[in-house]
Nanobody
Framework: VQVEETGGGGVQAGGSLTLSCTVT????????MAWYRQSLGRERQLIAR?????????YATSVRDRDRFAISSDEKNTATHRMIDVRPGDTAVYSC???????????????????WGRGTQVTVSS
């Protein structure tokens, strides 16, 4: 299972940015896809988690001004993180965490997995 984040880069304050997280590989089912961010010198912070089975997105209560964020999925293998009115404080590495099941080879069983992408850097300049 491979997880890849794309869409990062430099952006001016007040602008917008859309990040994508795509999962590939031999997957039976994806259960959740979550976006995190980590600023320099800080712990990684959960932004939101998408439950593909329930078709719900839950945002972390610790995220301030989360009305600037919109996280969704295509209910298949991609989750997007749309940010508007970005600020220098949004500068961070944004990572995607995915969990689900892979098919057990020849067993008929489902094998749970959890995987992280490498992250994508977002830098907001004032």
């Amino acid at each position: 299972v491979q997880v890849e984040e794309t869409g990062g880069g430099g952006v001016q304050a007040g602008g917008s940015l859309t990040l994508s997280c795509t999962v590939t590989g031999n997957i039976y089912e994806i259960r959740t896809m979550a976006w995190y961010r980590q600023s320099l010198g800080r712990e990684r912070q959960l932004i939101a988690r998408v439950d593909l089975e329930e078709a719900m997105t839950c945002y972390a209560t610790s995220v301030r001004d989360r009305d600037r964020f919109a996280i969704s999925s295509d209910e298949k293998n991609t989750a997007t993180h749309r940010m508007i009115d970005v600020r220098p404080g949004d500068t961070a590495v944004y990572s995607c965490n995915v969990d689900g099941y892979t098919p057990g080879l020849g067993t008929g069983l489902r094998i749970p997995f959890g995987a992280w992408g490498r992250g994508t850097q977002v830098t907001v300049s004032s």
